[in-house]
């Protein structure tokens, strides 16, 4: 089972006030729903691949609306082979639609009702509906964090961005092939919504999860940087050791000043001391880290002066 699934599977098992119900119904059939007539009758389809959810719609119609649906299981015959859940609707299905703004009497209304954009408690109950219905989220151990929701309306689409961000949940929009996506990218936010919407076991999980990764992640690079400055600094010391041999092998280390010299026979003695160790060790040292660099600099100068020919 996937985190996305989870975290659907947690919400579909939450107890919640009538009036949140409503809010939640009315994500999950507008986004979900499909209205029919047949013999001057309204006929409601809502579709949805998973069980758990499909169950959800089947339990809130009855506690709430008192509307006994039938649950329909077909089976795809393309691509995935899953099955496809339908919660049918033949009675009171104006009325339903009605009483959740979804419909006006004479067409769907695609936009969040004012009812709920004007109520904290019901945005999250619409946001966890609109989740169920076209959410999704990635693992936390993948490489990415993202959380989207995907609606067949602009309008709606915009309002869902509206409502997360109406819990500081920095959401954006796309366009994406035959629908729009509001969409959250940080870590933390995604957090923050998996709370709002009451999935608050998946949010816990996914905070372990992202802890431990950041953390790992943190460490990883901390031991890449170690090892970078680790590679500069052998292959400034191989620099200054080539520089140290070239001299001695052309005109001997005595054209170097006095102090020079020392440190060019120390270092050669010490391949594999740091700048620090060789400014404590050093004979008339101690030297501070900078006047070992300084002085190796300006054998390394000297050495290239003698490879062009300058000397």
Known sequence: MTFASDVKKECTLLEVHIEHAKAELAALIRMNGAVS??????ILNVQSENAAIARRIYSLLKDHYKIEGELIVRRKMKLKKNNVYIVRCRQGVRELLLDLDIFDGLSIITNVSKEIMQD???KRSY?????????SVNNPEASSYHLEIYSNYENHNDDLCQIMNDFDLNAKTVVRRNGFITYIKEAEKISEFLAVVGANR????FED???????RNSVNRLVNMENANLNKTIDAAQRQLEAIRLIGATHGLA???????VMARFRLENPDLSLKELGEQVPGGPISKSGVNHRLRKIVETAERISEGDS
């Open 37 to 42: 007539l047949y013999q001057q009758r309204f």
């Open 127 to 135: 946001l966890r509906g609109a989740f169920l219905a076209g959410g």
């Open 202 to 205: 998946a949010m816990l999980k």
């Open 209 to 215: 999860i992202r802890i431990v990764r950041d953390m």
């Open 120 to 122: 904290n408690q019901k």
């Open 255 to 261: 054209v170097l000043p006095e102090k020079l010299q």
